[in-house]
């Protein structure tokens, strides 16, 4: 029992980290630009396959995980240049849809270009083994991986939010968008940065779920909706109410999963969701005062 | 004496550590005209905003004819006949003047479930907003968009809009503030013609419109009331000299 | 003279009469030309138009008249097609849909099954708005969105109703009086609904309830200071128009007769969005309109090539961008 509780948790946390990848792109680009912007998990899905692609051409996992990074940051940077840009001033509901549009394009290419097939990414040779957490608990080292990079990545965000002028400047911007210009900052380029970022984020979070999910169309979708919860739930804007309701979303989904019957199951996070909003309307940790 | 109509009492409203009120305590009696001055950032919009339930204070009570309201929706406050307008200008913009009236109309006479007859063009509550309009001098105004109206024509609307609710009390938050001579002059006899009528909370900076059309003016620095009375009381009041006529007059002098 | 900004100047109220009077006759005659040209497959997007025209037009009614920015409207409209699916279901199994506190039995008869899934999107719609009109803005959106995805996950982990891949029924509904497998039969049902609620909506946006909403959408500031409290009227709007896209996926499970979670994903939640901003935010004719273009549009590229997204989502992107008010505004609907 506690060994499954254990796995289970550890799968949740796994999950958590990965949503959280996600989240804290988004959530400075809902929070900082007021941008809500769908395409952010085709992002994630284009990170994965690229990363795909190099892995097998090369063999190196790392390798394709630096050259997702890199090739997803650059394809949001220009996403965001060529579409988001011109629609900051505008109403949330053209962003809906031009976000969209873009998924639409960016799922039929990714079609076009590998297929309509799932791909499943080979796992990465020095975690392919488990270990043995508890007496019959065997844990693919892999997901402890994920773990570890999703904290360090964590970390490193953290750090560079509130020890960096950079990081001044976006969090300013978060709590109120007028300080950004006040600062004096370029913001054009600011934008660009936190949205390339943004994208990388995602592509790193797509390429590490790849060996463990298969690499898909519309694989993006599901993990949008969630962190879109855990943004809801942690407050837009805020990163640490992200890192935490991540964990917590990641967490009790996946529980919930095991543990209750399907049907219920689906919609615990719902009503976790539901159950914070009632108490606290702008989530637990608002960014905007 | 009757009753007071308002009654604040140790009113506190704190941004963070700005105390925008500070204890403020005042009384407005049935059927007067009340003015309120101080200088820019004194708290007046703050005040007018907590007595309007925009605002919720950090403490103290406002008391309207006997009943503690300091709690209650902004929603609330105006059926008991409540009801401010905006120094910033605010209003539905896509509708006619008229309907922006019509809506103040239909709010007063009960909730608004209804869901088939026309009531843009119902003479119920077109009727007696026509009449506002009339009142304020935008009668001829009446079928254009309101952000279509000149910023003038805008401030009066809100006028109307005020009074076609019915107030037993009105808040109205520098509703000069903007104008041009003329329409300052119109507005000053119009609320010269409602004195008596209602009961006025007038916040204004034009000292002379002040000084024509106060029964007891109160003075805000700081948040806090610093001398409360008739006009007279307050032009010799030598700490509302200090801290606010004087330089006020002085800047008037150099103008 | 006046500092005004930019202004939007009034969508509602004034529908076009001008171009309705030639586009209702042009509906009547559909059936005919269909018949005429000998393509009966045309009648059938033409129904599809119709009902996918109502679906948005629902919407419309809380995010062009009401501002409440709904991102999953799709939910609405497809437990309208489930419960009349479902229903079916339990009826051509001989399964009670319930057994507990009372027997319900399954069923194909339209007097019964309709109102019941109205009723469902309806209370549906009544359980969503109510928690997250607590919220505003960017939370109104997000939490819509996962409510309606919510109900999407329900639907797929409904094994017992085809989960993932949906059910077929056997039929479509019987209605006393009208032959609804006749597909011209059902293209009128379908056109007479359509018009019905549009009157309806044009009815509602001049009422004290349509003035009041789309007051809430201008100004939330000024109607609570003439003491409207927005939230009661807000949520009543949002169940109308739950109940409206229900009766679209009602008439959608019938057209098809067939449901899937598909029906209420998120991608048609977007769709219907799009296809209010295609048409005209907040006019009456625009929803139709837009969905209209956007159904012909799709299967116009999607007879070219079948990689018709690669143009469709570009498209999309560039009509947002540069054509700001919509098909109305070209098609010039009176506004003020
Ligand atoms: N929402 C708010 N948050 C923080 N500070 C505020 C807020 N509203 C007002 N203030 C501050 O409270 C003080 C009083 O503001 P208020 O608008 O009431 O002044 P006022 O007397 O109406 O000035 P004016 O004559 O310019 O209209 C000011 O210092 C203002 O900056
Ligand atoms: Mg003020």
């Given at each position: 029992?506690?060994?499954?509780?254990?796995?289970q948790?550890?799968?949740?946390?796994?999950?958590?980290?990965t949503?959280?990848?996600l989240?804290?792109?988004?959530?400075?680009?809902?929070?900082i630009?007021?941008?809500?912007?769908?395409?952010h998990?085709s992002?994630y899905?284009v990170?994965?396959?690229?990363a795909?692609?190099?892995q097998?051409?090369?063999?190196?996992?790392?390798l394709?995980?630096?050259?997702?990074a890199?090739?997803?940051?650059?394809?949001?940077?220009?996403?965001?240049r060529?579409?988001?840009?011109?629609?900051?001033?505008?109403?949330?509901l053209?962003?809906?849809?031009?976000?969209?549009?873009?998924?639409?394009?960016?799922?039929?290419?990714?079609r076009?270009?590998?297929?309509?097939l799932?791909?499943?990414a080979?796992?990465p040779?020095?975690?392919?083994?488990?270990v043995?957490?508890?007496?019959?608990?065997?844990?693919?080292t892999?997901?402890?991986?994920?773990?570890?990079?999703g904290?360090v990545?964590?970390?490193?965000?953290?750090l560079?939010?509130?020890h960096?002028?950079?990081?001044?400047m976006?969090?300013?911007?978060?709590s109120?968008?007028?300080?950004?210009?006040?600062l004096?900052?370029?913001?054009?380029?600011?934008?660009?940065?936190v949205?390339?970022?943004?994208a990388?984020?995602?592509?790193?979070?797509?390429?590490?779920a790849?060996?463990?999910?298969?690499v898909?169309?519309?694989?993006?979708?599901s993990?949008?909706?969630q962190s879109?919860?855990?943004?809801v739930?942690?407050?837009?804007?805020?990163?640490?109410?992200?890192?935490?309701?991540?964990v917590?979303?990641?967490?009790?989904?996946?529980?919930?999963?095991?543990f209750?019957?399907?049907g219920?199951?689906?919609?615990?996070?719902?009503?976790?969701?539901?159950?914070?909003?009632?108490c606290?309307?702008?989530?637990?940790?608002?960014?905007?005062? | 004496?009757?009753?007071?109509?308002?009654?604040?009492e140790?009113l506190?409203?704190?941004?963070?550590?700005?105390?925008?009120?500070?204890?403020l305590?005042l009384?407005?009696?049935?059927?007067e005209?009340?003015?309120i001055i101080g200088?820019?950032?004194?708290?007046?919009?703050?005040?007018?905003?907590?007595?309007?339930?925009?605002?919720?204070?950090?403490?103290?009570h406002i008391?309207?004819?006997?009943?503690d309201?300091s709690?209650?929706?902004?929603?609330?406050?105006?059926?008991?006949?409540i009801?401010?307008?905006?120094q910033?200008?605010s209003?539905?913009?896509?509708?006619s003047t008229?309907?922006?009236?019509?809506l103040?109309?239909?709010?007063?006479?009960?909730?608004?479930?209804?869901?088939?007859?026309?009531?843009?063009?119902?003479?119920?509550?077109?009727?007696?907003?026509?009449?506002?309009?009339?009142?304020?001098g935008?009668g001829?105004?009446?079928?254009?968009?309101?952000?279509?109206?000149?910023h003038?024509?805008?401030r009066?609307?809100?006028?109307a809009?005020?009074?076609?609710?019915?107030?037993?009390?009105?808040l109205?938050?520098?509703?000069?503030?903007?104008?041009?001579?003329?329409?300052?002059?119109?507005?000053?006899?119009l609320l010269?013609?409602l004195?008596?009528h209602?009961?006025?909370?007038?916040?204004?900076?034009d000292?002379?419109?002040?000084?024509?059309?106060?029964?007891r003016?109160?003075v805000l620095?700081y948040?806090?009331?610093?001398?409360?009375?008739?006009?007279?009381?307050i032009?010799e009041d030598?700490?509302?000299?200090?801290?606010?006529l004087?330089?006020?007059?002085?800047?008037?002098?150099s103008? | 003279?006046?500092?005004?900004p930019f202004?939007?100047i009034?969508?509602?109220?004034i529908?076009?009469?001008?171009?309705?009077?030639?586009?209702?006759?042009?509906?009547l005659a559909?059936?005919?030309?269909?018949?005429?040209?000998?393509q009966?497959?045309?009648?059938?997007?033409?129904?599809?138009?119709?009902?996918?025209?109502?679906?948005?037009?629902?919407?419309?009614?809380?995010l062009?008249?009401?501002?409440m920015?709904?991102?999953?409207?799709a939910a609405?409209v497809?437990i309208?097609?489930?419960?009349?699916?479902?229903?079916?279901?339990h009826?051509?199994?001989?399964?009670?849909?319930?057994?507990?506190?009372?027997?319900?039995?399954?069923?194909?008869?339209?007097?019964?099954a309709?109102?019941?899934?109205?009723?469902?999107?309806a209370?549906?719609?009544f359980?969503?708005?109510a928690?997250?009109l607590?919220?505003?803005?960017?939370?109104f959106?997000?939490?819509?969105?996962?409510f309606?995805?919510?109900i999407?996950?329900?639907?797929?982990?409904?094994?017992?109703?085809?989960?993932?891949d949906g059910m077929k029924?056997?039929?479509?509904?019987?209605?006393?009086?009208?032959?609804?497998?006749?597909?011209?039969?059902?293209?009128?049902?379908v056109?007479?609904?359509?018009?019905l609620?549009?009157?309806?909506l044009?009815?509602?946006?001049?009422s004290?309830?349509?003035?009041?909403?789309?007051?809430?959408?201008?100004?939330?500031?000024?109607m609570?200071a003439?003491?409207?409290e927005?939230?009661?009227?807000?949520?009543t709007?949002?169940?109308?128009?739950?109940a409206m896209?229900?009766?679209?996926?009602?008439?959608?499970?019938?057209?098809d007769?067939?449901v899937?979670?598909?029906?209420?994903?998120?991608?048609?939640?977007?769709?219907?969005?799009?296809?209010i901003?295609l048409g005209?935010?907040?006019?009456?004719?625009?929803?139709?309109?837009?969905?209209?273009?956007?159904?012909?549009a799709?299967?116009?590229?999607?007879?070219?090539?079948?990689?018709?997204?690669l143009?469709?989502g570009p498209?999309?992107?560039?009509?947002?961008?540069?054509a700001r008010?919509?098909?109305?505004?070209?098609?010039?609907?009176?506004?003020r």
């Amino acid at each position: 029992m506690i060994a499954v509780l254990l796995e289970q948790a550890l799968n949740g946390l796994q999950l958590g980290v990965t949503l959280f990848l996600l989240a804290s792109g988004l959530t400075l680009v809902l929070g900082i630009m007021r941008l809500v912007n769908l395409a952010h998990g085709s992002l994630y899905m284009v990170g994965a396959y690229i990363a795909f692609t190099i892995q097998s051409a090369s063999g190196s996992f790392s390798l394709g995980l630096l050259a997702a990074a890199a090739a997803t940051a650059l394809i949001g940077a220009v996403l965001e240049r060529l579409l988001f840009e011109r629609l900051y001033q505008r109403g949330y509901l053209e962003q809906v849809i031009v976000s969209f549009g873009a998924v639409m394009f960016l799922d039929e290419l990714v079609r076009v270009l590998w297929g309509p097939l799932p791909l499943k990414a080979p796992m990465p040779e020095v975690f392919d083994w488990s270990v043995e957490l508890l007496p019959g608990l065997l844990y693919p080292t892999y997901r402890l991986a994920i773990i570890a990079v999703g904290m360090v990545v964590s970390i490193l965000l953290y750090l560079l939010v509130t020890h960096t002028r950079i990081g001044m400047m976006v969090r300013a911007g978060a709590s109120d968008r007028s300080m950004i210009s006040a600062l004096g900052v370029n913001i054009r380029d600011l934008y660009t940065a936190v949205f390339a970022g943004g994208a990388a984020l995602a592509a790193i979070a797509g390429t590490m779920a790849g060996p463990i999910y298969s690499v898909q169309i519309g694989m993006g979708e599901s993990v949008l909706v969630q962190s879109l919860i855990a943004i809801v739930i942690g407050g837009i804007g805020s990163i640490r109410g992200a890192a935490i309701a991540a964990v917590l979303v990641g967490v009790s989904d996946t529980i919930g999963r095991v543990f209750l019957p399907p049907g219920i199951a689906q919609i615990t996070v719902y009503v976790f969701m539901a159950a914070v909003l009632v108490c606290r309307p702008r989530g637990l940790f608002p960014a905007h005062v | 004496m009757s009753r007071p109509a308002l009654e604040v009492e140790h009113l506190n409203k704190f941004f963070g550590a700005l105390k925008a009120t500070d204890d403020l305590s005042l009384t407005v009696e049935v059927g007067e005209l009340h003015a309120i001055i101080g200088p820019n950032g004194a708290g007046k919009s703050t005040l007018i905003s907590q007595l309007s339930g925009q605002l919720r204070p950090t403490s103290g009570h406002i008391r309207f004819f006997g009943e503690d309201l300091s709690r209650r929706s902004m929603a609330c406050r105006v059926q008991r006949g409540i009801v401010r307008s905006f120094q910033i200008t605010s209003l539905c913009r896509e509708f006619s003047t008229l309907t922006n009236v019509a809506l103040a109309v239909q709010a007063r006479i009960g909730h608004s479930f209804h869901f088939f007859r026309n009531a843009e063009d119902d003479p119920l509550f077109t009727a007696p907003a026509q009449d506002a309009l009339e009142r304020v001098g935008l009668g001829h105004r009446a079928h254009v968009a309101a952000g279509h109206l000149a910023h003038g024509e805008q401030r009066q609307l809100e006028l109307a809009i005020a009074l076609a609710a019915k107030p037993r009390l009105l808040l109205l938050d520098e509703p000069m503030a903007g104008m041009g001579l003329d329409e300052s002059m119109k507005v000053v006899e119009l609320l010269l013609s409602l004195k008596g009528h209602y009961t006025i909370v007038l916040v204004e900076h034009d000292m002379d419109a002040v000084f024509a059309l106060a029964d007891r003016i109160s003075v805000l620095v700081y948040g806090h009331c610093i001398a409360s009375g008739a006009p007279e009381r307050i032009r010799e009041d030598p700490a509302v000299q200090d801290a606010y006529l004087g330089e006020d007059e002085a800047d008037a002098r150099s103008a | 003279m006046s500092k005004i900004p930019f202004l939007r100047i009034g969508p509602p109220a004034i529908p076009a009469f001008f171009w309705a009077v030639p586009l209702v006759v042009v509906l009547l005659a559909v059936p005919f030309i269909c018949e005429a040209l000998g393509q009966p497959f045309y009648l059938r997007v033409a129904s599809r138009i119709l009902i996918f025209a109502l679906a948005a037009s629902s919407l419309n009614l809380v995010l062009g008249f009401g501002g409440m920015v709904s991102l999953g409207h799709a939910a609405f409209v497809g437990i309208g097609s489930y419960v009349v699916a479902v229903l079916a279901w339990h009826l051509s199994n001989e399964v009670p849909v319930l057994t507990w506190p009372i027997v319900i039995e399954g069923t194909t008869n339209a007097a019964l099954a309709w109102p019941a899934a109205i009723g469902a999107s309806a209370l549906a719609a009544f359980v969503v708005g109510a928690i997250s009109l607590r919220t505003t803005g960017l939370y109104f959106i997000m939490i819509t969105l996962a409510f309606a995805q919510m109900i999407y996950y329900y639907a797929v982990s409904l094994q017992q109703y085809g989960g993932d891949d949906g059910m077929k029924m056997r039929g479509r509904s019987v209605l006393p009086g009208l032959d609804l497998a006749n597909r011209t039969t059902f293209y009128y049902l379908v056109l007479v609904a359509l018009l019905l609620c549009i009157a309806f909506l044009f009815c509602l946006a001049r009422s004290r309830f349509g003035l009041v909403i789309r007051g809430i959408r201008q100004n939330e500031t000024r109607m609570r200071a003439l003491g409207i409290e927005p939230y009661p009227y807000q949520l009543t709007c949002f169940t109308i128009s739950g109940a409206m896209a229900g009766f679209a996926g009602v008439l959608m499970a019938n057209l098809d007769t067939f449901v899937s979670p598909s029906d209420l994903s998120m991608a048609r939640s977007d769709e219907l969005v799009a296809m209010i901003l295609l048409g005209g935010v907040g006019s009456l004719w625009g929803p139709p309109l837009g969905a209209a273009f956007y159904i012909l549009a799709q299967l116009g590229l999607g007879n070219l090539t079948t990689h018709w997204p690669l143009a469709f989502g570009p498209a999309l992107i560039i009509v947002v961008l540069f054509a700001r008010r919509g098909l109305v505004g070209i098609f010039g609907e009176r506004q003020r």
